[in-house]
């Protein structure tokens, strides 16, 4: 078909014109129609199809996390109520106002006991955190290697938690002091703050 037949084709004479190109006008139109149905509706759909796919792959996650909870909820109560006992035990090792006197006297004992001349026994001043108070001792003791290490262990055995921070040990100075070490420390002790504080 030439350009100047479709020029002298009739439109009120669809019927008249040849067979190929009816087909071609009909082809035409249902692809327009196609385009136009995907754009209008089905590219719509496929977005909201990805988005619900994601949407379920996300709660099947959540769920999955929760079902593995769900499945240990009974080791977490039980891991739950052995660490409040482990806190309960370790909160009666921290003493409370009235015990803390007692406690410094206990610490200078057991380097007494140990063997160990204190040349400084200083109480600082309380940090409180969160739920306890440390009380820092600035300690400068002089004595043999293992006089020390009796004094740590003592420490250690006592029924109140003690540590020993910023340790520094030099030979002693001066005639006489063969084998005699001096140590310097900081011994922390530790207060419960109850709800006065």
């Not at 496929?46 to 619900?52: C, F, I, M, P, V």
């Not at 026994?121 to 043999?144: C, D, H, M, N, S």
């Amino acid at each position: 078909m030439t350009l100047e037949e479709l020029n002298e084709l009739d439109l009120s004479q669809v019927g008249d014109w040849p067979l190929t190109l009816k087909l071609a006008i009909i082809l035409l139109v249902a692809i327009l129609l196609g385009v136009g149905v995907y754009f209008l509706d089905i590219q719509e759909q496929g977005e909201r199809l990805a988005r619900e796919v994601r949407t379920e792959q996300d709660l099947r996650q959540d769920f999955e996390r929760k079902q593995e909870k769900a499945a240990n909820l009974e080791n977490y109560k039980k891991q739950l109520a052995d660490m409040e006992a482990s806190f309960g035990a370790l909160v009666r090792q921290l003493p409370d106002k009235t015990e803390v006197a007692d406690l410094l006297v206990d610490v200078s004992q057991t380097g007494l006991a140990a063997g160990l001349e204190f040349e400084l026994f200083q109480p600082e001043g309380e940090v409180r955190k969160e739920f306890y108070a440390e009380l820092p001792i600035k300690l400068r003791v002089t004595g043999t290697y293992h006089e020390f290490g009796d004094f740590v262990s003592g420490l250690a055995a006592l029924p109140r938690i003690v540590t020993i921070h910023d340790v520094k040990i030099t030979p002693a100075k001066g005639k006489g002091k063969s084998g005699t070490l001096v140590l310097e420390a900081l011994a922390k002790t530790y207060r419960y703050l109850d709800e006065e504080g």
